[in-house]
């Protein structure tokens, strides 16, 4: 039995092979109008209209809890709501950040948005705790650990400066390992500890960091399995699409693996938002690291250019905002570092000292604390909406929630 009542996946019927127009469960119908049955004849979730009231004979309600009909934030379906980008969208019951019911793009990224200002100590908590970690770790590497850059000589023969430049890239390469096995050992943590909170939010229940981490706690070697798992797969890809380009050489062989780089590049780009979900599905509903790829896969079967239009225009908006958190940074830093803009002016390759470090890496680390959180929330609401509209997850939602006229009926 899952520990966060409303998020098990369902045992005789989940998403597995189930599509849009399948039948939802049954909802608690109305009294004295008529309740929206799901069919296949029923439009997408995603063009959800109010249903025109009717009367309904006493029979068809006898033994069924009623939905609310009135009351704050669960009106029942009787009118239509402001969701998403300006689509018409039924009230529905709200006990948390979102609307119950389908939600729209923009009801997604304000629900994401909401949770960080309802839940604001846990969530910058956690993302500023592990992002001042992250940022003190990597300084460290870099003024310490990391061998100097390498330079590259302009008087040198073409062959020289060809041979200097790889031993550059392979430089900066090795500079980024280490940066990036500490900024995924963050990311783990700060994935498992803001999906409690989100899903927390969702339900409209308070929720502490020591709460979040204890909830979180008992799947994180699972969540550490999915995210070593999930490069690795992107890497193969990309080495088997690249590979016989390579093994060929010549003008030959680089035509050749362009053409399997970009089709390896597609490929990665799918399986990306295929497995998109897999980190909420294993929180969540406590399901392995297969489990969870093939829950992720299914939930997004279908609806895969809806995913990533939103996924995507998450990116954007956080590569935004890190932008304009990181620019003012980064030149405060460089200003603070006169000999690395020296370097600049000379054509060298900069060599920045403590104070850019230092400055730059407070940017890096305020622009953790504020996009983490987000990208996160936007995330878990997908799966949520994903789960809601094939199977009903709206319903089990205001019944964990308590929403009035919900509660499950009494044999």
Not at 144 to 172: F, M, N, W
Not at 244 to 262: M, R
Not at 293 to 319: E, N
Request: glycine residues 12%.
């Amino acid at each position: 039995m899952n520990d966060s009542p409303g998020w098990a996946s369902p045992g005789s019927a989940p998403s597995d092979g189930q599509e849009p127009g399948v039948p939802r469960p049954a909802e608690p119908s109305g009294q004295g109008e008529a309740a929206p049955k799901w069919s296949s004849d029923q439009p997408p979730a995603a063009q959800w209209s109010p249903p025109a009231p009717h009367p309904v004979p006493p029979q068809q309600t006898s033994g069924r809890t009623p939905r609310p009909q009135g009351g704050p934030g669960h009106s029942g379906w009787g009118g239509p709501q402001q969701g998403g980008w300006g689509s018409q969208q039924p009230i529905a019951a709200k006990p948390g950040v979102i609307p119950l019911r389908p939600l729209g793009v923009g009801e997604i990224l304000d629900g994401a948005v909401s949770t960080v200002r309802a839940h604001w100590r846990t969530a910058l908590g956690v993302t500023i705790g592990v992002a001042a970690v992250i940022q003190v770790c990597a300084i460290l590497i870099q003024h310490y650990v990391l061998p100097e850059p390498a330079q590259v000589d302009s008087g040198a023969t073409p062959s020289e400066q060809l041979r200097q430049s790889l031993d550059q890239l392979r430089t900066s390469l090795l500079s980024l390992g280490p940066v990036y096995a500490i900024t995924l050992i963050g990311t783990i943590f700060t994935t498992a500890v803001l999906t409690v909170v989100v899903s927390r939010s969702v339900l409209g229940r308070p929720v502490t960091l020591s709460d979040a981490w204890r909830e979180a706690r008992p799947q994180l070697s699972r969540l550490v399995g999915l995210s070593l798992l999930l490069p690795v797969v992107y890497a193969a890809v990309m080495t088997v699409g690249l590979l016989p380009g390579i093994l060929v050489g010549g003008t030959a062989g680089a035509g050749l693996a362009a053409l399997g780089g970009l089709a390896a590049l597609l490929v990665v780009a799918w399986l990306w938002i295929s497995f998109s979900l897999a980190g909420p599905a294993l929180m969540l509903e406590r399901q392995g690291v297969a489990a969870a790829l093939r829950r992720s896969a299914k939930l997004v079967k279908g609806v895969w250019w809806r995913i990533f239009g939103i996924t995507l225009l998450t990116l954007l908006l956080t590569a935004l905002v890190s932008a304009l958190v990181d620019l003012p940074f980064n030149a405060a830093a460089m200003i603070a570092d006169g000999k690395g803009i020296d370097d600049l002016v000379s054509g060298k390759t900069p060599e920045f000292g403590w104070p850019y470090l230092i400055v730059s890496g407070i940017g890096a680390m305020l622009t953790t604390a504020l996009t983490y959180p987000f990208t996160a929330g936007v995330t878990v609401l997908l799966y949520v909406d994903q789960r809601i509209r094939r199977e009903a997850l709206d319903i089990d939602l205001a019944r964990s929630a308590g929403v009035p006229g919900y509660e499950t009926p009494r044999s």
